[in-house]
């Protein structure tokens, strides 16, 4: 399983982002995907996920009601729609799976992820 994450830039407060998770490997449906953020000096943080079934989507307060998880199974391709963002959004993202069958508590949970893709940097100005 590969994990490719695009699409991070710099964007000023207010402002939106859409970041990409392509899968290869196997269908993005057979797997949980969540989204996790690292900003400098801080661990890595649980932002959003959504669950194989496409529809069970789970967000870290911070970013409720201003962030969505999406997936484009043709595309084999998770999405995170960032809108409003705010400084302290700034970090490197990060995508990963969960091909186990993870319960929806351990979900913000980074252990439980198999695999990883390479973060893609967030930086929003104020």
């Known amino acids: 399983v590969q994990l490719q994450a695009s699409g991070g830039g710099l964007v000023q407060a207010g402002g939106s982002l859409r970041l990409s998770c392509t899968v290869s490997?196997?269908?993005?449906?057979?797997?949980?995907v969540g989204w996790f953020r690292q900003a400098p000096e801080k661990e890595r943080a649980f932002v959003a996920a959504?669950?194989?079934?496409?529809?069970?989507?789970y967000y870290a307060d911070s970013v409720k009601g201003r962030f969505t998880i999406s997936r484009d199974n043709a595309k084999n391709t998770v999405y995170l729609q960032m809108n409003s963002l705010k400084p302290e959004d700034t970090a490197v993202y990060y995508c990963a799976v969960d091909e186990g069958r993870i319960i929806a508590g351990l979900i913000p949970n980074s252990y439980y992820y198999d695999y990883w893709g390479r973060g893609t940097q967030v930086t929003v100005s104020s």
């Open positions: 959504i669950r194989r079934d496409g529809y069970s989507t």
């Open positions: 490997g196997r269908p993005v449906r057979s797997y949980t």
